[in-house]
């Protein structure tokens, strides 16, 4: 980021808040703290944030409350989710909900540190291309056409070509971004379409399975394998809005 980023950190507990706060700042960042979820909307009427860093066992609304609150209302701002348990379902409805990343507490500053930065670099490095317009209503490559309003894909002859939920938000992803390598963890970011499928099983499973789906007569492929890179959408698109 080509700016000093501003990380708001929201826990109930105030050793902590302070204790982040101070690290962060020592390395750089601008940090402010907030007690709970109406002091962090409070403070995000007023301040514009890079990442929140998010506890989840908060009395009142908790934390992961508080996350599906901002993804409904359309609010991208990555998301740390901090918790105490270590459970993988609480894990995982955090990540499907829309956070970014989870640290177990007791945790060590550095780690979250570390992953703040990552965090960072990979939501900076996959905004949604500004060419597109968000009202898209109809996706055509190579014969075949997505309707996003239906959320159906066609081949060529008009068949239906049914879609999961992740393998839909998986393509839509490489339409908005064609002729472009994307890495696994960029295809995270860009394709959670909160659904569990999306985290816990790979990224190289869900292209597989699209991929099969995508087969022309030819058998070519519109997905291609960029090893040690990702996966880049080779065909031309189009689209209606």
Known sequence: MNHTAHILVVDDHADIRELVQRFLEKHGFTASTAENGTEMRKLMQTENFDLIVLDIMMPGEDG??????LREAGNKIPIIMLTAMNEDTD???????????????PFNPRELLARIRAVLRRTDNVKEPEDQPTN???YNFSNWTLDMNKRELYDANGSLVDLSTAE???LTTF?????????RDQLLDLARGREAQVFVRSIDTLVSRLRRKLKNS????????????????????KYEA
């Open 64 to 69: 992961l409350t508080i996350c599906r609150s």
């Open 136 to 138: 898209i209503k109809f």
């Open 168 to 170: 839909f938000e998986l």
């Open 91 to 105: 894990l995982i409805v955090g990540l499907e909900l829309g956070a970014d990343d989870y640290l177990t507490k």
């Open 218 to 237: 030819d058998n070519a492929e519109l997905i291609k394998t960029v090893w040690g890179g990702g996966y880049c959408f080779i065909s031309e698109v």
């Open 175 to 183: 339409l908005r971004h064609p002729q472009k390598t994307l890495s």
